[in-house]
Nanobody, 115 residues
Framework: AVKLVESGGGLVQTAGSLRLSCAASGFIFHNYWMYWVRQAPGKGLEWVSTINNYGDETQYAPSVKGRFAISRDNAKDTLYLQMNDLKTEDTAVYYC????????RGQGTQVTVSA
């Protein structure tokens, strides 16, 4: 079964940085495009970023473009999200997923950005 375990979240001040990780197992990781999605308090799931299976094509939501960077290490079956210049509106639970809708996602990691 697909298993995704996110880590790296925490409390950070505005303009700070965090690096999220997602350890994948139970499927052939290097065959899959991967996604980060997030859910802010009281809101629905929001797509954040996409990376193709080779790691050489990426896409970003306009709200994070230029501040976030998605990457992957297929040798380690791990997905990453480097988040820089964090803003209070980035506060959310962040999930990695095998679909941009957020289906087949992990348990999530909380990111809280304080002013």
């Amino acid at each position: 079964a697909v298993k995704l375990v996110e880590s790296g979240g925490g409390l950070v001040q505005t303009a700070g940085s965090l690096r999220l990780s997602c350890a994948a197992s139970g499927f052939i990781f290097h065959n899959y495009w991967m996604y980060w999605v997030r859910q802010a308090p009281g809101k629905g799931l929001e797509w954040v970023s996409t990376i193709n299976n080779y790691g050489d094509e990426t896409q970003y939501a306009p709200s994070v473009k230029g501040r976030f960077a998605i990457s992957r290490d297929n040798a380690k079956d791990t997905l990453y999200l480097q988040m820089n210049d964090l803003k209070t509106e980035d506060t959310a639970v962040y999930y990695c997923a095998t679909h941009p809708s957020g289906s087949n996602r992990g348990q999530g990691t909380q990111v809280t950005v304080s002013a």
